[in-house]
């Protein structure tokens, strides 16, 4: 059974558009994270949360926004989508403080900006 | 700030061929590092991990031994196959609490020739 599930696995958007990539992890995890991935940057950080509050963000831009309705969920807004938003995402989770924190990666969901 | 640094970008071998992966890191203290492989359309999965000066991490005859001295944490493996294909990511955090950042290097591609 998959761990962390991402939604949707491909996505096609046009320019200036807005889209939701969706997250959520059954490993009970408290901490869950949004990296990106393009082959100007092959794996870049973009935010960590715990307990649904953010810890650090590592994105320049404001058009990315992570929303956590609960706990195991981690979902990324992007507005006002840009050709070079082209990338694929991949959403991961750890247990942080009891000392087994190594990140589990989700499938990553694929986003192409026309 | 914390970094990773990944010296080789892609690495071609043949059946059988041993492999080194350089891996140096900057950091504060005693971090804890990992790699990581990245298959064809999947997410990064750690393939293991050390916390401690001397330690060997190992898994499916790859293994590194975190070296605070040198900063450097190399993976290696006697003899690749063809089904290790796919690259690599070493990677670093920080045990701290509150500390839920982790830094990847630019990884290595490996493609081995059968």
């Known amino acids: 059974d998959p761990k962390i599930i991402q939604k949707p696995k491909y996505l096609v958007a046009v320019t200036g558009s807005e889209k939701i990539l969706i997250c959520e992890q059954y490993l009970g995890h408290n901490a869950m994270y949004w990296y990106r991935q393009s082959a100007k940057k092959p794996l870049e950080f973009m935010f960590s949360y715990s307990y649904q509050k953010l810890m650090d963000n590592q994105t320049a831009s404001s058009r990315f926004q992570p929303q956590s309705s609960k706990k195991n969920h981690l979902d990324l807004q992007i507005t006002a989508l840009k050709p070079d938003d082209s990338a694929t995402y991949f959403c991961?989770?750890?247990?942080?403080?009891?000392?087994?924190?190594?990140?589990?990666f989700g499938p990553g969901t694929r986003l192409t900006v026309l | 700030g914390d970094s990773v640094t990944q010296t080789e970008g892609q690495v071609a071998l043949s059946e059988e061929d041993f492999l080194t992966i350089h891996c140096n890191y900057s950091?504060?203290?005693?971090?804890?590092l990992f790699w990581y492989v990245q298959y064809p359309g999947e997410g990064p999965q750690l393939l293991f991990r050390a916390s401690r000066d001397k330690e060997k991490g190992s898994s499916r005859g790859f293994e590194a031994t975190y070296d605070k001295g040198t900063t450097s944490f190399h993976l290696r493996k006697a003899s690749v196959q063809e089904s290790d294909s796919a690259v690599y990511y070493c990677a670093l955090s920080h045990r701290n609490t509150g500390n839920y950042k982790y830094v990847f290097g630019a990884g290595t591609r490996l493609k081995v020739i059968a």
């Open positions: 950091a504060s203290g005693y971090p804890t």
């Open positions: 991961a989770s750890s247990q942080v403080g009891t000392g087994d924190y190594e990140q589990y």
